[in-house]
């Protein structure tokens, strides 16, 4: 067909010369075209397609959400073992007990917020050993701040400084459970701690390096001679977990668990000085201030809590 086009020799009223320059098989193209385009199709498939892994974890993500159970009158996200676990791991939301749930650790609860449940109080004395594991921000110093004060607690574990529990990975989670740390070793610092502004100035720290001696200076801060009760009742107050409130003659008014401390307070306005085995809030102090208490004796502070002048706050 080609060679017989070459023999054309006029075109119309015109004469012509045709010569053939290739021959092209448009077929040709077409399977390039096709190639091309299914290269595009199948790079696409495999960019939304998901790896066999993938595919696993999402799978056991989907068994462990299942899982999680609501638990008390809250509706608290827990692990399926909080009920039947001797121990208890509190955390502070859902997303960082299903993270647990990765590592087949099923004894978390969650708090969900800053104001810790009743419930898990309550659940914080039929347990142990109990651990707090918590966000590495502000908010999960908050949290621990409020445990300290109303929960039994035994160890604190913390995520890296600005990471949450629930971005953690497996090895990050159990090296942090690992490195968990005794209460005992966070509020007792051994250092004897005077909150008391003066026109706006200093804070005044001692240290204090036996318990004869932590006592008298108590005493002298308080300007009370030495046969002041005050110091047994410190005592007394370590020993049974209970806050102490004392009235200006040195007498007991009550003897609360720190957690009640709070609510019941105001029943008491002769109280003058507070013994709190606990860490003192923004709220408790408040209340004090309010009620005219002279002082405070506690085991820490709530992060940078403000101390007004009018009122005197010893950590032991």
């Not at 996200?77 to 955390?91: F, H, K």
């Not at 002769?270 to 309010?290: H, N, W």
Request: glycine share 4%.
């Amino acid at each position: 067909m080609a060679a017989t086009i070459e023999t054309v020799s006029r075109v119309g009223p015109c004469s012509a010369q045709i010569d053939l320059k290739d021959i092209k098989d448009i077929r040709e193209d077409k399977r390039k075209q096709i190639i091309k385009r299914a290269t595009e199709l199948l790079k696409k498939w495999d960019e939304n397609s998901p790896e066999p892994r993938e595919i696993e974890e999402q799978i056991s993500q989907d068994i462990r959400l299942s899982e999680i159970k609501k638990w008390g009158p809250e509706n608290l996200p827990a692990g399926p073992n909080v009920d039947i676990s001797s121990d208890l791991i509190i955390v502070e939301g859902r997303a960082d007990v299903l993270n647990l749930m990765r590592i087949d650790i099923k004894n978390a609860i969650a708090v969900e917020g800053t104001q810790i449940p009743k419930s898990i109080i309550e659940l914080t004395h039929n347990k142990s050993p109990i651990t707090a594991f918590l966000d590495g921000d502000r908010g999960g110093t908050i949290i621990l701040n409020e445990l300290l004060q109303v929960a039994h607690l035994d160890y604190v574990a913390r995520a890296p400084d600005g990471l949450e529990v629930e971005e953690l990975t497996r090895k990050q989670m159990v090296k942090a459970l690992q490195n968990k740390r005794p209460v005992s070793e966070i509020v007792n610092n051994k250092i004897l701690s005077v909150d008391i502004s003066r026109k706006g100035k200093t804070v005044i720290e001692k240290k204090i390096k036996d318990s004869k001696n932590k006592y008298k200076n108590i005493l002298k801060i308080l300007k009370l001679n030495k046969g002041s009760k005050i110091a047994e009742y410190i005592s007394n107050s370590k020993i049974t977990k209970k806050a102490i409130g004392i009235d200006s003659e040195e007498n007991i008014l009550f003897e609360l668990d720190t957690s009640e401390v709070f609510d019941n307070l105001s029943e008491f306005s002769t109280i003058k000085y507070l013994i709190l085995d606990g860490i003192l809030s923004k709220r408790l102090i408040s209340l004090a201030i309010k009620m005219k208490i002279d002082a405070i004796i506690c085991v820490g502070t709530e992060e940078n809590l403000k101390i007004p002048r009018q009122i005197k706050v010893i950590k032991v």
